[in-house]
């Protein structure tokens, strides 16, 4: 099982970092030493966390996903959007504002704010892959304040005004 699970890991980080020209890639080094703390900890914690995406708005909005993972799937989300005091704006998407889909209903809540069900290593390959990738136009971003882990991943396109980051924001990941 463990030679596998070397296999396996030996495998997905050769993909990683062939993928991509090292000139194509922002904050290599730093993005490197993040996904081999992230590698430790999945061995760690047997591949089963929990996470939080938080996002918020110029206008005072903020939204938070904590999706659980349990052995490599993703078995949990949990979705809340915030408003400010005094808030008289419309809730984007449908009327939800809460709610926890469990492992046979995972994405069952379509067009809201939430973040995607996905494992931190489909996160690290969209940093790998998007994220980072350069781009004439755009100031990147990369933080590791998760213990070593990704904790803001992203860019934000020259001139852009108000609530331009494409990118993740983890505020917490966590060993179940």
Known sequence: MKSNLLLLTLLLMGTLFVSCKKEDFRHQNDFENSFQKWLDFKEASDNSYRYR????????????????????????????????????????????TEWTENESEINSHEHTGAAGAVTLDQVYEEARNNWLRKRSNAETYFEAKNNGIISSCGYVEDGCQDDCFNGITITFVEAL
């Open 53 to 96: 995406i938080a996002g918020g708005s110029w206008t005072g909005t903020g939204w938070e996903t904590i999706i659980t993972v349990s052995k490599g799937k993703v078995v949990q989300r949990y979705y809340k959007f915030s408003f400010p005091v005094g808030w008289t704006g419309t809730i984007p998407g449908n009327d939800e």
